[in-house]
Nanobody, 123 residues
């Protein structure tokens, strides 16, 4: 059974940092793209960041580039999203997901999803 389990969300103030974790299990992810998405109230789920599990370049949505960093620990089968300089507009439910097809930006190509973790940034 494939599982992606996010953790690390919470309530913080503007300017603070959080690190989200996504523990993956149940299959081999080495050929996948691992991504982070977020769902803001009243909006579509949007792409945040992604990278290939095997390594290589990282990809970010414009509003988070320079503030967020995606990384992974292959030994722990875990993907991270380090979020710095958080803003109230970053408030959302954050999801990690796996794309076996290798697609990066479109959520419809991600097959496996975690349950989400809430991030709330107060002003």
């Amino acid at each position: 059974q494939v599982q992606l389990m996010e953790s690390g969300g919470g309530l913080v103030q503007a300017g603070d940092s959080l690190r989200l974790s996504c523990a993956a299990s149940g299959r081999t992810f080495i050929y996948d793209v691992m991504g982070w998405f977020r769902h803001l109230p009243g909006k579509e789920r949007e792409f945040v960041a992604a990278e290939h599990w095997s390594g290589g370049p990282t990809y970010y949505e414009d509003s988070v580039r320079g503030r967020f960093t995606i990384s992974r620990d292959n030994a722990k089968n875990t993907v991270y999203l380090q979020m710095n300089s958080l803003k109230p507009e970053d408030t959302a439910v954050y999801y990690c997901a796996s794309s076996p097809s290798g697609s990066l930006y479109q959520s419809r190509f991600y097959k496996y999803w975690g349950q989400g973790t809430q991030v709330t940034v107060s002003s």
